[in-house]
């Protein structure tokens, strides 16, 4: 069964830094192909960075060269690095398989609020 964890949200000033974290369970992140997506209020949720095979990675536009993705195969865990950060990245974050259906199983999110 498929579990997923995340956590490392926050309030944080436009520019600063926050790291989030999934814990993955059911899935071995290795070999499969995982993303991070964050949906704001009134918009549908969209992938921002992905991550195969623990190795490869691509990212939106509007995160370029500000987020990082990342995998620790040992801990089954994957990490979104997230720096210069703009009141127009607020929103909830979500990990889950980079082709995860609306319907499919997603975890709680975290919540990342970008604000002075």
């Known amino acids: 069964q498929v579990q997923l964890v995340e956590s490392g949200g926050g309030l944080v000033q436009p520019g600063g830094s926050l790291r989030l974290s999934c814990a993955v369970s059911?899935?071995?992140?290795?070999?499969?192909?995982m993303g991070w997506y964050r949906q704001a209020p009134g918009n549908h949720r969209e992938l921002v960075a992905g991550?195969?095979?623990?190795?490869?990675?691509a990212y939106a536009d509007s995160v370029k060269g500000r987020f990082t993705i990342s995998a620790d195969n040992a801990k089954n865990t994957v990490y979104l690095q997230m720096s210069s950060l703009r009141p127009e990245d607020t929103a909830v974050y979500y990990c889950?398989?980079?082709?995860?259906?609306?319907?499919?199983?997603w975890g709680q999110g975290t919540q990342v609020t970008v604000s002075s």
């Open positions: 991550i195969t095979s623990g190795v490869t990675t």
């Open positions: 889950n398989t980079l082709n995860a259906a609306p319907q499919d199983y």
């Open positions: 059911g899935i071995k992140i290795s070999i499969g192909a």
